[in-house]
């Protein structure tokens, strides 16, 4: 139980084009899943926090307007990059919170995202 | 210095031998989790300690907190091959609710 998927698990695209990652949450409801960041060997930064039904609540330093996130469902939540440039290339991973009270994200596969 | 550091950043061991991995922290916490990522891939959890608790075992691996001192410890024994991975703490801060902040990881490679 408890798996989260990803979608794609690797893109590559254009500057300047958008490029949208789906996370769900496959055996369960999430009403809270999270964004992070990941950088090759570093930790994972967490970029916002996805509320079904609200809007997304960003870390500071983290563009609302660049990084949109949709969490349209209990089972879905998604990240669209606008935009993209070279320095958004990186691995995003996304986590769900399976109900209230629960204390264990269980992460999705994540998503290579490589911007020419 | 941030918060959830790790030490060491990575560490090589033989098969069979014991793995220890630390982790500090510096803002109150509700709970620490460890975690665990095989390479270019996500996250799989290891286990959960809660801040009113002292010591935790699941298989093989055994996880102290010291809230007094603010830090934490994976221990893994009679370590195999496939525990190569890159582990990192995580904490939930009494401020953050649900949120996690994670350390900077210790590589962890395991000879065989």
């Known amino acids: 139980g408890a798996v989260v998927s990803q979608h794609p698990s690797r893109v590559i695209c254009k500057s300047g084009t958008s490029v949208k990652i789906e996370c769900r949450s496959l055996d369960f409801q999430a009403t809270t899943m999270f964004w992070y960041r990941q950088f090759p060997k570093k930790s994972l930064m967490l970029m916002a926090t996805?509320?079904?039904?609200?809007?997304?609540?960003?870390e500071q330093g983290v563009e609302k307007d660049k990084f949109l996130i949709n969490h349209a469902s209990l089972t879905l939540s998604t990240l669209t990059v606008t935009s993209a440039h070279p320095e958004d290339s990186s691995f995003y991973i996304c986590s769900a919170l399976p109900g209230q009270g629960s204390e264990t994200q269980y992460f999705g596969p994540g998503t290579r995202l490589l911007v020419l | 210095s941030q918060q959830g550091e790790e030490d060491p950043q990575a560490l090589s061991i033989q098969e069979g031998e014991n793995a220890t991995m630390n982790c500090s922290y510096k803002?109150?916490?509700?709970?620490l989790q460890w975690y665990r990522q095989n390479s270019g891939r996500g996250l799989v959890h290891l286990i959960l300690i809660r801040s009113n608790e002292r010591e935790k075992h699941s298989g093989r691996l055994r996880v102290t907190l010291d809230t007094s001192k603010k830090s934490s410890s994976l221990l893994i024994t009679a370590s195999r091959a496939a525990d190569t991975a890159s582990y990192f703490c995580?904490?939930?801060?009494?401020?953050?609710?649900?949120?996690?902040?994670f350390g900077e990881g210790t590589q962890l490679t395991v000879n065989p």
């Open positions: 803002t109150s916490i509700n709970n």
């Open positions: 995580a904490t939930a801060q009494e401020t953050s609710g649900s949120r996690l902040t």
């Open positions: 996805s509320n079904e039904g609200s809007k997304a609540t960003y």
